[in-house]
Nanobody, 126 residues
């Protein structure tokens, strides 16, 4: 079983940066695709970014492309989401999730992710 713990959220002014971390337990984490999703107040959860097992393939939502960067360090069982040029509309709870099928391709589809963290709050003030 993989367990995920997000950290790095907080309050930041518009234009600022934050780096989220998703730390995972389990020796097989390096085989799994990892995604970041977010849920703003009163809205449905939406895809933000994904990275495949090797880090060689990444995909982003149009709303974050060019501002967010997803990366991973498999030696540390950790995936990161570097968020730059933050906007008030980026305010949300951010979740990391994994597809526990080995060597799966990077996916934007929420239903393919079967293990989720508890989330970390990101608030961007104007």
């Amino acid at each position: 079983q993989v367990q995920l713990v997000e950290s790095g959220g907080g309050l930041v002014q518009a234009g600022g940066s934050l780096r989220l971390s998703c730390a995972a337990s389990g020796r097989t984490f390096s085989r799994f695709t990892v995604g970041w999703f977010r849920q703003a107040p009163g809205k449905e959860r939406e895809f933000a970014a994904t990275i495949n097992f090797s880090g060689g393939n990444t995909r982003y939502a149009d709303s974050v492309k060019g501002r967010f960067t997803i990366s991973r360090d498999n030696a540390k069982n950790t995936v990161y989401l570097q968020m730059n040029s933050l906007k008030p509309e980026d305010t949300a709870v951010y979740y990391c999730a994994v597809v526990t099928k080995a060597y799966y391709s990077a996916s934007t589809r929420e239903y393919e992710y079967d293990t989720w963290g508890q989330g970390t709050q990101v608030t961007v003030s104007s």
